[in-house]
């Protein structure tokens, strides 16, 4: 959440936002709920990596549109 929170003038800043926060609050659901802890940490850590999958794709296409505008000012 820091992190999208100082870098909020990149775009798709609010994606990390959104998953810190949502980490966030099932780690809290996680810590209150002892007899469901093991289900609760497969399925933060399944939600964690389908968010960050889907950052990930929006920052190469980010990149890429990065690389096609530095490619047009070099030429």
């Given at each position: 959440?820091?992190?999208?929170?100082?870098?909020?003038k990149?775009?798709?800043?609010?994606?990390?936002?959104?998953?810190?926060?949502?980490?966030?609050?099932?780690?809290?659901?996680a810590?209150?709920?002892?007899?469901?802890?093991?289900?609760?940490?497969?399925?933060?850590?399944?939600?964690?990596?389908?968010?960050?999958?889907?950052?990930?794709?929006?920052?190469?296409?980010?990149?890429?549109?990065?690389?096609?505008?530095?490619?047009?000012?070099?030429?």
């Amino acid at each position: 959440m820091i992190n999208a929170l100082a870098g909020a003038k990149l775009p798709w800043w609010w994606t990390g936002l959104l998953l810190g926060i949502s980490e966030l609050v099932l780690g809290v659901w996680a810590a209150r709920s002892w007899e469901r802890s093991l289900v609760t940490l497969v399925t933060l850590v399944g939600v964690w990596a389908i968010c960050r999958g889907v950052i990930e794709i929006f920052a190469g296409f980010t990149l890429r549109q990065v690389g096609e505008q530095a490619d047009r000012l070099a030429a």
